[in-house]
């Protein structure tokens, strides 16, 4: 368990999610292993060791953050600490924003912190290639986290993070 300091915000992911999210992935992964089983052809196997793979490793990542109980989401002093990219000090953050994904069968909240072009550079080859990744995925920034994943409403936290370190924010969520 992580111990927090005075003046820091941390932030758990939200347990039930995780563990909703833990167990939908093994029952694919147990999908996929009834594919490959009763496959007569090579393209329900190929499927079955994609669901295998691909909900394995989401499994994984979901069973990580019930059973360690680590924070995603850091932030103090030195910046803006998330589990996936490290630290982000803050003379790089240039906005913390909340905003809505709007697709047509799906609508996700997100939190996301936009960083200087300098950052960018700053970051080895394989971290910029995931935020780019997450960037792609998510909307314009750094880290775009969903809400779902976080135990507190996002607005509030930017909010926050707006009051303790003055780092401009954009809500674009109703609260």
């Given at each position: 368990?992580?111990?927090?300091?005075e003046?820091?915000?941390?932030?758990?992911?939200?347990?039930?999610?995780?563990?909703?999210?833990?167990?939908?992935?093994f029952l694919?992964?147990?999908g996929?292993?009834?594919?490959?089983?009763?496959?007569?052809?090579?393209?329900?196997?190929i499927?079955?060791?994609?669901?295998?793979?691909?909900?394995?490793?989401?499994?994984c990542?979901?069973?990580?953050?019930?059973?360690?109980?680590?924070?995603?989401?850091?932030?103090?002093?030195?910046?803006?600490?998330?589990?996936d990219?490290?630290?982000?000090?803050?003379?790089?953050?240039?906005?913390?924003?909340?905003?809505?994904?709007?697709?047509?069968?799906?609508n996700?909240?997100?939190?996301?912190?936009?960083?200087?072009?300098?950052?960018?550079?700053s970051?080895s080859?394989?971290?910029?290639?995931?935020?780019?990744?997450?960037?792609?995925?998510?909307?314009?920034?750094?880290?775009?986290?969903?809400?779902y994943?976080?135990?507190i409403?996002?607005?509030?936290?930017?909010?926050m993070i707006?009051q303790?370190?003055?780092?401009?924010?954009?809500?674009?969520?109703?609260?």
């Amino acid at each position: 368990m992580y111990s927090k300091a005075e003046n820091e915000i941390v932030i758990y992911p939200s347990r039930v999610v995780a563990i909703i999210s833990t167990i939908g992935c093994f029952l694919f992964v147990v999908g996929g292993i009834i594919l490959i089983i009763d496959s007569p052809s090579t393209e329900q196997s190929i499927a079955g060791w994609a669901c295998i793979l691909f909900f394995g490793w989401c499994g994984c990542k979901y069973f990580k953050m019930v059973v360690p109980n680590r924070p995603i989401l850091i932030v103090n002093d030195n910046g803006l600490y998330y589990k996936d990219i490290g630290l982000i000090k803050w003379e790089y953050i240039t906005l913390v924003r909340t905003y809505q994904f709007k697709g047509e069968t799906v609508n996700i909240s997100y939190f996301s912190v936009i960083a200087k072009d300098s950052y960018m550079s700053s970051l080895s080859t394989s971290r910029r290639t995931l935020s780019s990744l997450n960037s792609a995925l998510g909307g314009p920034g750094v880290i775009n986290i969903p809400s779902y994943i976080f135990n507190i409403p996002i607005n509030d936290l930017a909010r926050m993070i707006h009051q303790r370190y003055g780092v401009n924010i954009s809500l674009e969520i109703a609260d």
